[in-house]
Each structure stands twice: as structure tokens, then as C-alpha cells.
């Protein structure tokens, strides 16, 4: 271990250099490796020269942007630190210094300021110029790399949307009833928990080289003995052509380990593998059932399986719109696990013209990453210039804008718009939460964009009601956004006819937020039960429900009825909050509400003794097991329920009573009755 006290006749710097490079690193590193360059040894030998350090070897397996930054930031110390470390080394002088100023003040002083104070001075001065000249160097030569990534990201990310537009075509001319048995039959096997590759040599760690090239070895006696018998059976018995690619390459492998998994090597199941093509799905299909006959039968072990012909799948944002099906398998004889691909066809033809390459690239530039094309402006902030650079290169992918104050003037918005019309097509997910979007803006944003990607789309407030969004806004969206599957409306002027043109033309919706769309009556309420009633993504998510201020009144009780009779108990909070709801509707509400609601609002509405005794014979049911995990109930101002039936409500929830034995609304207030008897 290096000596931890300074040499005589060290330099100050030297002896930085010799000690904390990890904490050092951190002073620079965040800032600098926020932004990877796209050629690091082309950034390394460029940074080298202009800051005159020595480049590091080409055997460093280290030899990585960190490496050089590491260098810099050996001299990049804070001087509050500098300043410790030199005086804790200089104790000793320093406790004679004071015992002699206490004998010889005259002289002592001089001595200590020569000997101690200055040197400090002098060289906490060429520190902080040099950590100076460091940072600087830094952002100049990432500035330039940056901007030849972002605009290298732009030149591919249109030949990604042909690709995608292709594969999208195959993929709809597939049997998506196929597709859905495939999906249940691989659902045993999905990853939950990731498996590993076994310990292949007693006392080699899993992150070693050595590890790794016995990995290698056996995975590639494994491809090629039982799992190229396997993929002859398949083909003899179900059709198909097997094809045998060779083991992972070095290269791939280790970059792959060290992106993904920490540089443990037991985590990577697809060096060994192999792939099957079959010209459609039902010969694809009848191959899976095969080999979880086989798997049955315990002839081989389907340790993961990744169904990627799932509607649910998000093939645009992890694969660049291609789907297959991996299966991770392992003999007893060998343990070690293998990866069997099987393609379509079609799909493999489209990867293979340019499809793979087109993919390869945008990888290599970071596109599938949020790190390098997420951009995030809080409300106190302006769009600023490098901001504004990337949405006219069209390489975001997420853009949050929420209550930005650039939006809050109508000629912003414009500005916006102009600027991400031609671009908005490449975004996964825009927020813009309280910019106070209108119907034009939104048909003027998302008009001519047929090949938009975009999931994810805020446009609510929750400060301010938005009335200027409207239906003729949202059937816009619709119409160019078919991806979409989360949708917040929140506060907006939201109706029937846009959650209509939602719910009919974007499949993959999953959430739509429309608490307070006053617009929104029992038939927008309706169609959103129906849809959940139907099952699909909706309905997987259809744990709460908030139609808050909808005014949806009775009739909307009565469709929430009739969905939570059609499916299974899930539904754990219920926001009828001003909804014009009166006794009527909760008659007809109380006997569907499941057993696994927790939160039920139905305060501000215009419920009479009679709601409230359907309700408490719900709460009281012993056929239908009650509200056992009701936590909270809000009756507040919920029209005119009397004493007798809150108090009876209260003894059959004893633990939502207060100490004063009153029962306790949500958030702790107290239900109030309108008027007691």
C-alpha cells in the first residue's frame, strides 16, 4: 500500500495525484462523462495533448474517457482539501512554530509565514489554475464532440423510421390472435428475477477474464452439440430453417457485460446461441409447444423466455421496431445456458437489407439511451440554446416542459410548435403540464406526422382549469399518434368524442388521466368503463379510477357498476368528487364496489340518507365479505346524511374513527353531514 504521508521534496500536486484519485474523479467526472463522445480514443488523444499528460496504453482495459478524466482530475482538488491534507503533513513544524512564537514572536512569525503560510498560497494558486484550465479544456472539446454526436444521431434517426414503418407493415399483416397464444404460453417463463450462468472453475471470480473464456468454451460445446440437435428436431417436426451464427464475438461480449452488467460475466446467457426462421407464425407457434414439450418432459430446462411478438412488447423503443422470440435453455449435462433465437421471415428480410446496420449505429450513438436524449426544463427555466439546437436536429426523445414560463406566452407556444412540427414524430414522450396548449396549437403540433412514436403525452393541469383544449385537439392527437398509451387531460376540456377518437385509434392506450374534464358527462365516463370492461391494456391498469368533476351523475355510476361486475376485483381507489351524484347512483354503485377498494371519495355530491344506508349495507355485508381494506372514505359535503347514518357508518369502520370518536374523512378531515336529524 502507498505511504500515505508526504515525501521529502514532493510537490503538492504529486502528492494529490498520489492519493483520492476516486473522490477527486467525482469532482469532475459527473460533469464530464455526463455527455459520452461517440469516438473516446479520438477525445482521449485530443484531450491529452491540449492538457500535456501522457495518454494512457492501448492495453489499458481501462482505457476509457473515465481514464482521461481521471488524469484531470488529479488536478482539479478543492483547496479547502489541499490545505488539510499540507497542514495535517506539516503538524509537526506547525506544533513547534507554536511552542517558539510563544518564546520568540518576532522570529517565530516570520519563520511560519515563510516556511508554511506561503507555499500553501503559492501552490493553492497554481492549483486552482490548472483545475481551471482542466474544466475548460473539458467543456470546449466535449462541446465540439456533442454537437458531431447530435448531429450524427439526426442523419440516422430517419433511416430508423423507415425501418420501423417496414417492420410495423410485416408485423400487421401477422395473426395477432397467434401472437396473443404465444405471449400466454411464454408467460410461465417470463424473466422475473435474472438467471446466471453457473460457477465454471473453483476460485475464478465471475467478473475475470479467465471466467469469461471458459464461458466461452463451454457455450460453445453446448451450441454446438445439444442445442444444434435441438434445432433439427424443431426443423424436421415443425418446418423452418436452422442456422448456427458461432459464439458472440470478444469484442461484443465485453462491451455488452460492461454496459449492462457491471462486468459480470455469469449474467450474459447469449454466447453460446443459435436461431431458427420460420415463414409465418403458426409454424413458430407449433415449435414453442414443442419445446415446452421437451421442457416438460425434462429433457432441457426454458430458464427465460422473451416474447417480443406481444402487442404489449414496445418494439420501437427496445429493438427499433424488430420482434423475435429468445429462449434461454440449459442441459443437466453441462449447466451452462444458451440462447435459441426464432424469426419470422418477413421481419429478418427487413433487418437483413438495413434493418441490423441502421440499428447497430443508432446504438452505438446512444439513441436508445435516456440519458443522452432526455431533456428536462423545471418551471423556472427558459428554453435555452442547446435545447433548442436538439429539437431542430430531432434527437430528443423526451422533452419535459412543464409550467415552463418560455410557454406561458401565445408567442412561444408558437414558437414551439413551428419548431417541433417536422420533429415531434421522433418523441417518446413530451410533457407540457400548465403551458396552456390550445386545440390550434395541439392540430397545428402534430399535423402531417404519420409516423409519430410518441407514448407518452401530458397535457393537463393541476392549478388551472385549460378549457382551450378541447375534443378537436384530441381527435388531432388521435389521428397521429396510434403508439400513445398514457394520456393526462387533467383540468382540460376534455369530452366524449375526443376520449372516443383515443380509445378507437391509439391500441396501446393504458392510462387516461381525466379527473376534472367537467365536459367529459356519463357518456365519456361510459366509454372509458366499457373499454376497461373489455379488457386490454386498460384494463390491466384500471387499479384507480379518478373522475373527479366530471359530472358523469348517475348514469356514470351505473357504467362503473356494470364494469366492476365484468371484472376481476382490483379496483382500489374510486374519485367520485363532484360528480352530481345522488342517492340514486349510489344504490346502484355500493353493491358492485369490490372487496379490494382502499379509497372511495364521494364527497360534494347530493347524497341523501338513502345512498348512505346502500352504502352502509355494503360496508356491513357479510355475504359479500364487506370493505375489508378500506383505509379511507370521504363524505364530506356529500349532501344530506344524517348523524345516524354517519355514527352506524362509523361503528362498522372502527379504524377510521379519530380518538373523539368521530369518523375521519380523507387526509384525516372529519366527515360532515349537511344536516342532522
Known sequence: MASTSRKDGESLERYVERHDIRKLLETIAAQVLKERPPNPAKFISQFCDELDVSEPSEESTECDVALVVAVAAQRSATMHTVKAKLYAQEKEEARTALEQLQKHPDSTQSWFQDKVIAPVREEAVEMETKERACREAAARILEQYIGERDEAQSAVLPLMASDRDEYAKAYGKMNIAICHKIGDMLAEYAPKKGPVQPPLSKGQPTTSVAYLMELVRHAKIAAETSLKDLMDTVVSSCGGVAYSPGTKSLERTIQKTKEKYNGNFSRLLDVGRGMVVFQDTSQLYRALKFITRLEKSGLLQVVRAKDRFSPKWDAILYS?????????????????????????????????????????????????????????????????????????????????????????????????????????????????????????????????????????????????????????????????????????????????????????????????????????????????????????????????????????????????????????????????????????????????????????????????????????????????????????????????????????????????????????GVDGNKVRAAQDE
Open 320 to 664: 427499433g421496431g424488430y420482434r423475435d422470440v429468445l429462449l434461454n435453455l440449459r442441459w443437466s449435462d453441462s449447466g451452462v445456458i444458451v440462447e435459441l433465437q426464432l424469426h419470422l421471415q418477413p421481419l429478418l428480410d427487413i433487418k437483413n437489407a438495413t434493418g441490423h446496420e441502421n440499428y447497430e449505429m443508432a446504438r452505438s450513438l446512444h439513441v436508445f439511451n435516456p440519458v443522452f436524449t432526455s431533456q428536462r426544463i423545471y418551471w423556472n427555466e427558459d428554453l435555452a440554446e442547446a435545447t433548442l439546437r436538439k429539437l431542430k436536429l430531432g434527437v430528443l426523445t423526451e422533452l419535459v416542459l412543464d409550467y415552463s414560463p418560455a410557454l406561458s406566452r401565445p408567442e412561444s407556444r408558437s414558437f414551439l410548435v413551428s419548431t417541433l412540427r417536422e420533429k415531434v414524430g421522433s418523441l417518446r414522450s413530451l410533457s407540457l403540464l400548465g403551458c396552456s396548449m390550445t386545440d390550434s396549437e395541439l392540430c397545428g403540433l402534430f399535423s402531417g406526422n404519420q409516423s409519430c412514436i410518441l407514448r407518452d403525452l401530458h397535457l393537463g393541469d393541476r392549478a388551472r382549469s385549460n378549457k382551450a383544449i378541447t375534443d378537436k385537439g384530441i381527435v388531432a392527437i388521435s389521428e397521429q399518434c396510434p403508439h400513445l398509451r398514457k394520456l393526462d387531460l387533467y383540468f382540460t376540456g376534455a369530452g366524449p368524442n375526443g376520449i372516443r377518437a383515443i380509445l378507437s385509434r391509439c391500441p396501446s392506450i393504458d392510462c387516461i388521466e381525466v379527473g376534472r374534464c367537467f365536459n367529459l358527462g356519463a357518456e365519456g365516463v361510459g366509454l372509458i368503463c366499457d373499454a376497461v370492461a373489455l379488457g386490454g391494456r386498460l384494463a390491466a391498469n384500471a387499479v384507480e379510477l379518478d373522475f373527479t368533476g366530471t359530472k358523469c351523475g348517475d348514469e356514470g355510476c351505473r357504467h362503473i357498476a356494470t364494469m366492476l361486475a365484468r371484472m376481476a376485483p382490483k379496483l382500489q381507489k374510486l374519485n367520485l368528487r363532484r360528480c352530481s351524484v345522488t342517492s340514486t347512483g349510489i344504490c346502484v354503485l355500493s353493491p358492485a364496489l369490490p372487496g379490494s377498494i382502499e379509497y372511495l371519495n364521494l364527497g360534494r355530491n347530493q347524497i341523501t340518507d338513502v345512498g348512505g344506508y346502500a352504502l352502509l349495507e355494503r360496508i356491513s355485508s357479510e355475504i359479500n365479505g364487506g370493505l375489508p381494506c378500506l383505509e379511507n372514505l370521504n363524505l364530506g359535503y356529500a349532501g344530506d346524511i344524517s348523524k345516524t347514518i354517519v355514527d352506524a357508518i362509523a361503528a362498522a369502520l372502527p379504524a377510521l374513527v379519530g380518538d373523539d370518536g368521530v369518523l375521519i
